[in-house]
């Protein structure tokens, strides 16, 4: 059984910073070579990707809208994927999922892309507001 279990979300102050965590378990996304997207969903709003690594060898990408604020890293070790944001506005509020699915050649060009995925997590919550 292939799970995605997100965590690290919670209520900040626009400026703040939160990392979240991406915790697989019952495959191992390094040996089996997936990619990891981060997506956020906000009220009324569709899905957006806003940033993708590839487990094995660790290349990422970003949307526009979060280049130079998220940063998207991984644990091997742990079987974890992060992402990192920083500078928080109110606009960032959403719900984040991670999502995961096995690489392909060329996948890179599709990894923002939510249909693009197999595997889900529940989702975070992340509210950004003073």
């Known amino acids: 059984q292939l799970q995605l279990v997100e965590s690290g979300g919670g209520l900040v102050q626009p400026g703040g910073s939160l990392r979240l965590s991406c915790a697989a378990s019952?495959?191992?996304?390094?040996?089996?070579?997936?990619?990891i997207g981060w997506f956020r969903q906000a009220p009324g709003k569709e899905r957006e990707g806003v940033s993708c690594i590839s487990m094995r060898g660790g290349s990422t990408k970003y949307a526009d809208s979060v280049k130079g604020r998220f940063t998207i890293s991984r644990d091997k070790v742990k079987n974890t994927a992060y992402l990192q944001i920083n500078s928080l506005k109110p606009e960032d509020t959403a719900v984040y999922y991670c999502a995961a699915e096995r690489y392909v050649w060329g996948f890179e060009a599709q990894c923002l892309t939510s249909g693009a995925y197999t595997y889900w997590g529940q989702g975070t919550q992340v509210t950004v507001s003073s």
């Open positions: 019952g495959f191992s996304l390094d040996y089996d070579y997936y990619v």
